[in-house]
DNA sequence: TCCAAATGATACCATAATTGTATCATTTGT
DNA sequence: ACAAATGATACAATTATGGTATCATTTGGA
């Protein structure tokens, strides 16, 4: 009678030990912060001085985040003394999900899943369609998360 | 009268070019198709070699998916001449959600927001009650597939 | 008994993504 | 003219991803 090959304890085999799935990477979460900043003071033109004072975000970090929103069409930028940043749109109008797609791509749940028509493994089609759908719902709701309404706290 | 710096015409600034949000990686990947396979076969003990050949993934990546799934007690293993794998759990209860917590870590949205007490950014909160909510859900779709599931086709 | 075939443990490694820094050019208000 | 701001872009450190490779151990069977 043969038995099993008996568990090891607590040993940790690696193949992703401290990772844990995140949604929303560093990039983004600094980006929502000072679109928040920017929405709360409309008025006014900002400065990258002063986000960096009002949120702690490392400046050069954030300046090249701050430029790519602007490449985006997402914030109006002001060159020269005096100059900074301020929302090119309402702030209600700018979904949590855009900013992700900005600094984070595509969505996509599994990209083995797509290559190849319908790749060439026989569960993938059923777990597809199941994946897409919840994919889909998840997209729906972040896209109601909006800057306007971050801002407001 | 001021006016706002000219967009660039597809500039790419990097900060994240290609890259494309991917919830399932690689390896939940292969283990998904071995624990198909092997929930296809529950009757025999399966091998490695097998397993290459029927799903044409890289033998020593396999080789540590499979090790981990047995430290974890998803599968049994048997040692020696004749030996392999095969499912310590009904197929029907083990999620998807399981498997990628193996080999993805825990769930979490944004590490950010779970720093630090409840985080010195004003709008976290916000943005942390949404988020987790949506991923409170998600979880629970992705909970409902399971390797019984995805292995019937 | 010895060997071949299997897994166990573990160390290593190449590439890409993430999370930044640094530098120089350009614009603009005073 | 100068200082203060952004624009563009190159570089770099750390970690995650997706593997390879090696040696030890177990086991069935000739």
Redesign the pocket.
Known sequence: ????????VA????????????LI??????AVRALCYLAKHRER???????VKALE????????I???L??KGI?K?????????SMAISPGRISLIEVMRV???QFSLN?CLFKKECCPRRYSCGLRKKIMEIERQALKDIGKITIGNLARD
């Not at 040993?11 to 995140?22: A, C, Q």
């Not at 033109?45 to 986000?51: A, Q, R």
Request: proline share 7%; no cysteine; aromatic share 8%.
């Open positions: 009678m043969r038995h099993p090959a008996q568990i090891g040993r940790v085999l690696s193949l992703r030990t401290r990772g844990s799935m995140k990477t560093r990039d983004t979460d600094y033109t900002i400065s990258v001085p002063e986000l975000i490392p400046r050069p970090f954030l300046r090249k701050l430029q790519l602007h490449n914030l930028a002001y060159k020269g003394k005096g100059g900074g940043f600094f984070q791509g990209e």
